[in-house]
């Protein structure tokens, strides 16, 4: 995977423009579901999309091998996505009244119902789904951006820390806000209906 | 058992970044009862779904992108920046049709009526101002073109660019130098020098050849030379004509 990303980074560093297509073959899913994780919004996370394969492709000679191509896509890909979100101007305190009201809030409930969820969630799942969404949308953008890399992508906190410009303790006490409040909101669903 | 983890040991261990912590849950009934919990949250936020795209997705990725990649796209930042082009292009028109009155081979007689002189320097004025900024342009572009990576750098748009400005510079030169415009004629003469050698420069260039243009284009401190006189000169078209 990685070593055939590197012989498409290369032949479109030489000048051939359509190696570049196996570069979005391989990895507009995954970038999808980071902008989609970081946004909580379809036509958000669509722009994401079209938008990361954009500059990364603008940058490519900015992009030297010390990570892996799809590191730095993603990277490129959360701060753009931080970016959209911020200039979104959802703030914390406002989220609750966006997502009742806002077309944002309800488009991701009607979307919701598509990622099919597994048998043994088939009793509380979509209650506990519509939990996570809704508290990630009360997350700051620094506490949902920290905590979507460091749970979903699996970035160290190291990583996060540099793409945000965050210091190693701020990121930390991000992700312990948001996991804070992720629990608050969850732990009455899954302790009482996931474990007898 | 003293010393229990704290919930946030217990959040870095989960993601595998806390000191082993394992020992002491292995012991301690009521850590491993919490740390349970929030596992079981945890794990919980992995059904936050995410809406499935069609399977040919990627190809409507692509398709989507594909006409916006370009070659050279960066070039698409190239525009008119500042409402004041539709005043200059006005300008541009209007001297058009002055030279065309006008031979400036042979220096323009230098007695004229106060009032037409005055329009035609203002006419100039914006009309250099806009020179200025077109070359203003090109010259950030080359100078923020990044060394290229393998091989050359097309540069082909900034030399046609370049090419086409020369013979306004000339025109605007000599004139200025007939209105006994000095600090004009001056900057012009030195912008001439810049955009010679970026006119005859190759279409591809090294990113040696890219280097020595930098230095020139540096060396001569042209491109904040052309940015002051540029915004002092549209500050003075603004002020003193509404065409
Ligand atoms: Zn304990």
């Known amino acids: 995977m990685e070593d055939s990303d590197s012989v498409a980074v290369a032949r479109v560093k030489a000048g051939d423009g359509d190696a570049y297509r196996a570069l979005v073959d391989r990895h507009s899913r995954s970038v999808f579901r980071l ?31 010390r990570a892996s191509f799809g590191t730095w896509l993603y990277r490129i890909a959360s701060n753009y996505s931080l970016d959209l979100v911020r200039s979104r101007k959802r703030h914390p305190q406002t989220a609750l009244d966006e997502s009742a009201a806002g077309e944002a809030g309800t488009n991701r409930v009607d979307a919701m119902p598509s990622g099919a969820p597994g048998p043994d969630r088939l009793l509380f799942g979509d209650e506990v789904q519509r939990t996570v969404a809704s508290t990630l ?20 906190i190291e990583e996060i820390g540099s793409s945000l410009g965050l210091s190693g ?17 969850l732990e009455p669903l899954v302790n009482s209906a996931g474990v007898s | 058992m003293m010393n229990h983890p704290t919930e946030e040991q217990f959040v870095l261990y989960y993601y595998g ?36 795209r069609a399977p040919d997705y990627e190809n409507r990725v692509w398709a989507a992108i594909e006409g916006r990649m370009g070659k050279r796209s960066r070039w ?10 539709a005043a200059a292009a006005m300008a541009l028109l209007v001297i058009g049709a002055f030279l065309a009155g006008h031979s400036w081979q042979r220096p ?10 005055g329009v035609r320097e203002r006419v100039l004025l914006v ?41 306004s510079n000339r025109l605007y030169r000599q004139t200025a130098a007939t209105n006994g415009d000095v600090a004009t004629a001056a900057l012009l003469e030195e912008l001439e ?30 491109l904040f030379k052309v940015k002051i006189f540029g915004s002092q000169v549209e500050q003075s078209a603004g002020n003193s004509t509404t065409l």
Not at chain 1, 36 to 41: I, K, L, P, W
Not at chain 1, 47 to 63: G, N, S
Not at chain 2, 147 to 164: F, K, M, Q, W
Request: charged share 30%; with cysteine.
């Open chain 1, 35 to 65: 902008a989609y994780r970081m946004t909580g919004n379809e036509q958000d996370a669509e722009d994401v999309v079209q938008e990361t394969f954009l500059r990364a492709y603008k940058q490519l000679h900015r992009y030297e091998a």
């Open chain 1, 137 to 156: 949308d009360q997350l700051s953008n620094q506490e949902r951006t920290a905590f979507v890399l460091r749970h979903f992508e699996g970035q160290s």
């Open chain 1, 169 to 185: 303790n701020a990121t930390k006490h991000s992700i312990f806000r948001a996991v804070q409040k992720l629990r608050r909101a």
């Open chain 2, 17 to 52: 970044e806390g000191a082993g912590i394992e020992d002491h849950i292995g012991a301690c009934e009521q850590c491993r009862a919490s740390y349970q919990a929030l596992q079981r949250v945890l794990n919980s936020v992995d059904s936050f779904p995410v809406p499935e």
């Open chain 2, 76 to 85: 698409l930042l190239f525009g008119w920046r500042r409402p004041m082009f």
């Open chain 2, 108 to 117: 323009a007689p230098r007695q004229m009526a106060a009032s037409d002189s």
């Open chain 2, 127 to 167: 009309a250099v101002g806009d020179h200025l900024e077109r070359s203003e342009m090109v010259l950030v572009e080359l100078v923020n073109a990044g060394a290229p990576v393998a091989g050359r750098l097309d540069i082909s748009y900034e030399r046609n660019t370049a090419e086409d400005l020369l013979e």
């Open chain 2, 193 to 222: 020098r810049v955009l010679l050698e970026i006119a005859h420069s190759p279409s591809e260039v090294s990113a040696r050849q890219l280097e020595e243009l930098h230095r020139q284009i540096e060396d001569r401190g042209i």
